[in-house]
């Protein structure tokens, strides 16, 4: 009876270890080396959270979400290591020597609170609207990241577009 009863469990183990194993990934080992390759390219020091392996058009995809989605929004990386988005692939150009990601179609923005926002970002805003309320304020990833910022009374104080580094790109 004991017998019947470990094997039971070992079987019970394996099977749960198997539906772990096409669902989820635990080591950042145990992903193709390609996948592992542009997760330390595209987030270098990331901190990961959770991978989780799916299947799209017969094809297996990594989506990879990190403990700090605002510095490392999620990647969707291609078995074979491509890069993602909108399920379609990141074009990747070369300029001065430094890759540069170009996402193709949509970007998503986040909404940030505003005491999340880098120091430079803050100044910026603090020299462009001293006294305005902020209303919303959302990071989009492009080619860099962009803060858009945007005033309780947008007739007083037009809508910012701030680069992480606090340069002023416009204001609309």
């Known amino acids: 009876m004991k017998i019947q009863i470990a094997i039971a469990a070992i079987a019970t183990g394996l099977l749960a270890g198997c539906a772990t194993s096409e669902y989820g990934v635990a080591e950042l080992r145990d992903l193709p080396f390609g996948v592992q390759r542009t997760i330390v390219e595209q987030a270098p020091g990331g ?9 799209d058009r017969n094809e297996a995809v ?6 700090d989605p605002l510095e490392y929004p999620t990647l969707h990386i291609a078995g074979d290591g491509t890069l993602l988005a909108n399920g379609r692939p990141v074009i990747l150009h070369e300029s001065a020597g430094a890759p540069r990601v170009v996402v193709p179609e949509v970007v998503t923005p986040m909404v940030v609170e505003p005491s999340a926002l880098p120091v430079a970002v803050l100044n910026a805003i603090r020299t462009q609207a001293p006294n ?7 990071k989009e990833v492009r080619p860099q990241i962009i803060y ?18 606090g340069t002023v790109i416009d204001a609309k």
């Not at 901190?47 to 299947?55: G, S």
């Not at 990594?62 to 403990?67: E, I, P, R, T």
């Not at 309780?152 to 580094?165: F, G, V």
């Open 47 to 55: 901190d990961i959270a959770k991978v989780v392996r799916r299947t």
């Open 62 to 67: 990594y989506d990879v979400s990190f403990h």
């Open 132 to 138: 305005a309320k902020i209303a919303d304020v959302d």
């Open 148 to 165: 858009e910022v945007q005033f309780a009374d947008p007739s007083l104080n037009p809508t910012l577009h701030i680069s992480e580094d």
